[in-house]
């Protein structure tokens, strides 16, 4: 057990994408980190987050986990002196790892919404958000009108796809739903799907660094019920501490500048 208990440095010399592994083999002994009266500095916490959500979180071309998300999480985990795993296990995957206690927390570019509140308790609010439809930036869809009698792509669990069905009768479209948003791109851009629903700083974001050549369409805008800000999340009722001890962590590195870096490291500021 000792194996996997690692402050942020010696994680970060391994590579995240080590930790996803080792907290793999650390959830058979989850029991021991859970327990009750284990000192809050001997417990690692098992977060899970998206598989592919940039600038969230994913893999770089050397296979280690990074983003938006990892590095918040990283800097909060050595301000608050706090160990963790980070397992990518995909979004609606990370979402039910930790309603079945099979996870300690989630990071995931999770929208704060009134309907998971009744489920999770969330952390401050550390990033603003809105939804948009993509399609296709040499085709010929171009607004939600050109949606009637089309298939869209959502992605299984989200905002956005909860977006899309709300539009879905106006505009006459049928929805198909994916796991994960790279395997929804690669079906708009296959031509199966004609756009894709999905987070607009996530989708500006593969659109500006041609990840995709898609063009956006559509957008909720900031007014919108489906336009809600990120947070960390815990099970309802469960991981007091864990949530405190991000809440205390992020005010700190707002306050000293970090977090400002880290967001500025993969969005540019307009
Ligand atoms: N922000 C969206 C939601 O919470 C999507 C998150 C994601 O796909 N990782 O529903």
Same mark, same amino acid.
């Given at each position: 057990m000792q194996n996997f208990m690692m402050n942020r440095r010696q994680a970060l010399?391994? %590579?995240?994408? /080590?930790?996803?592994?080792?907290?793999? &083999? =650390?959830? %058979?002994?989850? /029991?021991?980190?859970?327990?009750?009266? &284990? =000192?809050?500095?001997?417990?690692?916490?098992l977060?899970?987050?998206?598989?592919?959500?940039?600038?969230?979180?994913?893999?770089?071309?050397?296979?280690?986990?990074?983003?938006?998300?990892?590095?918040?999480?990283?800097a909060v985990a050595d301000d608050q002196g706090f160990k963790y795993e980070?397992?990518?296990?995909g979004f609606d995957s990370a979402l039910q790892n930790v309603q079945t206690g099979q996870a300690d927390g989630v990071i995931a570019g999770m929208s704060i919404t009134d309907e998971r509140k009744e489920v999770f308790d969330f952390s401050q609010p550390y990033y603003d958000s809105t939804v948009c439809a993509a399609a296709l930036a040499s085709g010929s869809i171009a607004?939600?009108?050109?949606?009637?009698?089309?298939k869209v792509a959502v992605k299984n669990g989200t905002q956005s796809s909860l977006w899309a069905e709300s539009l879905k009768e106006q505009?006459?479209?049928?929805?198909?739903?994916?796991?994960?948003?790279?395997?929804?791109?690669?079906?708009?851009?296959?031509?199966?799907?004609?756009?894709?629903?999905?987070?607009?700083?996530?989708m500006s974001y593969a659109i500006s660094t041609g990840n995709v050549d898609f063009k956006l369409i559509a957008d909720c805008g900031a007014d919108s019920e489906f336009a809600?800000?990120?947070?960390?999340?815990?099970?309802?009722?469960?991981?007091?501490?864990?949530?405190?001890?991000?809440?205390?962590?992020?005010?700190?590195?707002?306050?000293?500048?970090?977090y400002q870096q880290i967001v500025d490291k993969y969005v540019q500021s307009v």
């Open positions: 010399q391994l %590579g995240l994408g /080590s930790m996803a592994t080792l907290g793999l &083999a =650390a959830c %058979g002994s989850k /029991s021991d980190t859970a327990d009750a009266d &284990a =000192a809050a500095t001997d417990k690692t916490y977060i899970v987050t998206d598989t592919t959500f940039a600038p969230f979180e994913f893999a770089d071309e050397t296979g280690e986990y990074v983003g938006i998300d990892v590095e918040l999480l990283a980070l397992n990518p296990v607004s939600l009108d050109d949606l009637k009698d089309q505009y006459g479209f049928e929805t198909v739903t994916f796991d994960d948003s790279a395997t929804m791109y690669q079906d708009v851009t296959a031509g199966n799907t004609v756009c894709c629903f999905e987070d607009t700083p996530v809600t800000p990120y947070g960390f999340a815990v099970n309802k009722g469960a991981n007091a501490e864990l949530l405190a001890a991000f809440d205390a962590g992020l005010a700190n590195i707002k306050e000293n500048g970090t």
